[in-house]
Each structure stands twice: as structure tokens, then as C-alpha cells.
């Protein structure tokens, strides 16, 4: 079986997680946290989360991750069966992730967790969100999944990405970046009413309390 490494708060480890629930494949969640000690980078080579155990071994970073659950089991398909298709999904999938999760991420201390960002760096994220979601509303088909009619790898990162990036619009930045953008606010509803979003939500509810006394801990 396989087995599911991280914590119910980060938002890659919940992009694997509704991968695997979606495609109805049996797996073990194991509690891991990210850090640079011998024995979690015996794991993760990067001190990272999340991390797929395979019969084979293990395996880090989600794209990779999510390739892997689609090539094994390709049951409840999250990718088109043409080329171009499976090309486009990850194109879009890779803009979100540098455009708009990576550039939010920049503010997550501030939105989050109550520590200051300086202005360079916020000023800096709001310009590259603006572009993000620019080239996202130009790319994306909302069709009303991000690259068509079915939920793809593409909506994977959607779902966990965007969500975060609007809340770092609102509490740091002052944008709302789906003010204009009404295809994909629509998505994200549809999106949390998913069939395995409530487990999701239910076991990151559960996790933060914990989660956030160790970030308190760290500081």
C-alpha cells in the first residue's frame, strides 16, 4: 500500500491527498514534518513535504508525485489521453504553482501567522499575483474546470493554491484577485463541494491547532 507522508495543513501534501481519494487508491497517511535532521532527509532528500512511499522507495516533489499516482493507476484519469492535452494540463498546473502559489507564498508569515513581511516583498508579490492570475485567466478554460470539462492535475493545484493566494490578496495586499474573475471564484465553490473535500477540510481543521503551536515553537 502506499503510504502518504506530511501533515494535513500543507496545502501540496492535500494535492496528493485528493489525487489519491479521487482515483480510489488505497493509501496510509504517516505524520511527517519538513525539516533538515538525518532522519527526515533520509525521506525527503529536500526536508520536504509531501512524500510518496512506494514498493519501490520513496518519492518527493508533488508534480512528480502526481505523475507517479497517474501512471500507476490510471483508473479515474487526471489527465486528457492525448498529448497535447496532458501537455496543456501541466502547463497550466506549472503556471499556477510559479505564478500564483509561489509569489503568495512570499506572504504567508503575515497572512498566516502574524509575522511582518516587508514592503519590498509584498510589493513584489502583488506585482507578480497580478501577472499570475493575468496569465491564468488568459490560459485557463473554466469549462468549467481550469483546462476543460474534467477535474485535471490542473485543478489539483488550482484548489489548494489559488484559495491561499486570495486570502494573502485580501489580508496583506488589499486585492481582491478574483474581484474580475468570476470563472474561477466559481471554481473554487465548486471545488469545496467536491465528495472528498470535507475529509480534507475536516483532517486540516483537526491538524492546525497542532501545526500552529509548533510554528510558535519555531519562532
Same mark, same amino acid.
Given at each position: 500500500?502506499?503510504?502518504?507522508?506530511?501533515?494535513?495543513?500543507?496545502?501540496?501534501?492535500?494535492?496528493?491527498?485528493?489525487? !489519491?481519494?479521487?482515483?480510489?487508491?488505497? +493509501?496510509?497517511?504517516?505524520?511527517?514534518?519538513?525539516?533538515?535532521?538525518?532522519?527526515?532527509?533520509?525521506?525527503?532528500?529536500?526536508?520536504?513535504?509531501?512524500?510518496? /512511499?512506494?514498493?519501490? /522507495?520513496?518519492?518527493?516533489?508533488?508534480?512528480?508525485? !502526481?505523475?507517479?499516482?497517474?501512471?500507476?493507476?490510471?483508473?479515474?484519469?487526471? !489527465?486528457?489521453?492525448?498529448?497535447?492535452?496532458?501537455?496543456?494540463?501541466?502547463?497550466?498546473?506549472?503556471?499556477?504553482?510559479?505564478?500564483?502559489?509561489?509569489?503568495?507564498?512570499?506572504?504567508?508569515?503575515?497572512?498566516?501567522?502574524?509575522?511582518?513581511?516587508?514592503?519590498?516583498?509584498?510589493?513584489?508579490?502583488?506585482?507578480?499575483?497580478?501577472?499570475? +492570475?493575468?496569465?491564468?485567466?488568459?490560459?485557463?478554460?473554466?469549462?468549467?474546470?481550469?483546462?476543460?470539462?474534467? !477535474?485535471?492535475?490542473?485543478?489539483?493545484?488550482?484548489?489548494?493554491?489559488?484559495?491561499?493566494?486570495?486570502?494573502?490578496?485580501?489580508?496583506?495586499? /488589499?486585492?481582491?484577485?478574483?474581484?474580475?474573475?468570476?470563472?474561477?471564484?466559481?471554481?473554487?465553490?465548486?471545488?469545496?463541494?467536491?465528495?472528498?473535500?470535507?475529509?480534507?477540510?475536516?483532517?486540516?481543521?483537526?491538524?492546525?491547532?497542532?501545526?500552529?503551536?509548533?510554528?510558535?515553537?519555531?519562532?
Amino acid at each position: 500500500m502506499l503510504k502518504l507522508y506530511g501533515f494535513a495543513v500543507s496545502n501540496y501534501y492535500n494535492m496528493v491527498k485528493l489525487a !489519491l481519494l479521487e482515483k480510489g487508491v488505497p +493509501f496510509e497517511e504517516v505524520p511527517f514534518v519538513s525539516g533538515q535532521t538525518p532522519e527526515v532527509l533520509a525521506i525527503s532528500p529536500r526536508g520536504k513535504v509531501p512524500v510518496l /512511499g512506494t514498493e519501490h /522507495g520513496f518519492l518527493s516533489e508533488t508534480n512528480v508525485i !502526481l505523475d507517479y499516482i497517474e501512471q500507476t493507476h490510471p483508473e479515474h484519469p487526471l !489527465l486528457p489521453s492525448d498529448a497535447f492535452g496532458q501537455a496543456k494540463v501541466r502547463e497550466l498546473l506549472k503556471e499556477i504553482e510559479l505564478y500564483i502559489e509561489l509569489p503568495a507564498r512570499t506572504c504567508y508569515a503575515e497572512a498566516f501567522f502574524g509575522t511582518a513581511v516587508e514592503p519590498l516583498i509584498k510589493e513584489r508579490a502583488r506585482s507578480e499575483l497580478l501577472a499570475g +492570475f493575468a496569465t491564468l485567466k488568459r490560459n485557463g478554460k473554466f469549462a468549467p474546470y481550469v483546462a476543460g470539462e474534467k !477535474l485535471t492535475l490542473a485543478d489539483l493545484m488550482f484548489c489548494f493554491s489559488v484559495d491561499l493566494a486570495c486570502a494573502v490578496g485580501k489580508k496583506v495586499l /488589499g486585492i481582491d484577485f478574483l474581484a474580475d474573475f468570476p470563472q474561477a471564484a466559481a471554481l473554487l465553490g465548486k471545488l469545496r463541494e467536491h465528495p472528498h473535500m470535507a475529509r480534507i477540510v475536516a483532517d486540516k481543521e483537526a491538524a492546525m491547532p497542532r501545526f500552529m503551536e509548533m510554528v510558535q515553537n519555531k519562532r
